[in-house]
């Protein structure tokens, strides 16, 4: 029974993570489109790589987190967590010195720009996330 809750939890945040996953990919795009008819091409796939610096080093931690493990508990889910982090920080660090280093032109505030916005679409999917669970919580009490 137990083994089964846990199943459908670990299911459950991996669903939530691929939404949030592709929601970034969805607001990179639709943000490099309208940049790139406002500003042009160089904004548009500047704003582009900035999304994708955000993407891709999150995907690596949502990979690490609902990876099967030896460890099912609680102390290797942080350490699955702590490992992906670190993975998440250097490869954040490691895309944005590629870019600088070998994209030319580059425009600057546009790269950052699509970083910052796919970053905050992590934060409101986990947003909505608690809402719903908090709906569900009220639903399942009855209220």
Do not use: H
Request: proline share 2%; aromatic share 6%; glycine share 12%.
């Amino acid at each position: 029974m137990m083994a089964r809750a846990e199943e459908l939890s670990t299911a459950s945040s991996g669903n939530t993570l691929a939404k949030i996953l592709l929601g970034q990919l969805i607001v990179s795009a639709v943000l490099a489109m309208l940049f790139w008819g406002i500003s042009g091409r160089i904004a548009g796939y500047s704003v582009l790589l900035g999304g994708l610096t955000c993407v891709v080093p999150n995907a690596f931690l949502a990979l690490r987190l609902v990876a099967p493990r030896r460890d099912a508990g609680a102390r290797g889910l942080v350490r699955a967590a702590y490992i992906g982090e670190i993975g998440k920080i250097a490869l954040t660090v490691l895309m944005f010195s590629l870019v600088f280093t070998l994209v030319r032109p580059l425009a600057v505030g546009a790269l950052f720009t699509g970083f910052i916005a796919a970053t905050l679409v992590t934060f409101s999917g986990l947003l909505m996330r608690d809402r719903e669970d908090t709906r569900d919580e009220s639903k399942s009490d009855g209220g």
